[in-house]
């Protein structure tokens, strides 16, 4: 008996200026689709149709593409990483500065030409040395 009743769907009916503020929420980055769904309780469908109908950036041979989650968190760890390294490269080169600064002093006042490297032996190649 059950087999032939069929489930009832309700029909919601959203005005324009609702529809609008959720397009312009979406377009201002506040909230993505996923976020309006569960916010607004709206299947993402929906709200997608809505963007087509009503987004300010809707013209021919444009498509709007949302990140997901994951691409803005990998962007912010890769952005966190570049920082990272950018100041590493800065403390390696002020650590550069300082160390050719040094050698300029020595060799001016000492006489010592520090980047000669007196007591340092030539290479004979890139083979082993034999010990006699």
């Not at 997608?48 to 498509?63: A, C, D, L, P, V």
Request: overall charge positive; some cysteine.
């Amino acid at each position: 008996m059950k087999a032939n009743v069929r489930s009832i769907r309700k029909q919601r009916q959203y005005s324009e200026e609702f529809k609008k503020r959720i397009v312009g929420d979406f377009e201002s980055g506040k909230y993505s689709v996923c976020q309006l769904e569960k916010l607004h309780g709206v299947r993402n469908g929906t709200i997608y149709s809505w963007i087509h109908k009503f987004s300010t950036f809707n013209e021919q041979g444009f498509r709007i593409v949302e990140m997901k989650d994951s691409s803005n968190k990998k962007m912010k760890e890769l952005e966190a990483r570049i920082k990272e390294l950018e100041s590493a490269v800065g403390r390696k080169q002020i650590k550069i500065d300082y160390l050719e600064k040094m050698m300029e002093i020595a060799k001016d006042e000492l006489d010592i030409d520090i980047k000669k490297n007196f007591g340092t032996p030539q290479s004979t190649g890139s083979g082993k040395t034999n010990k006699k």
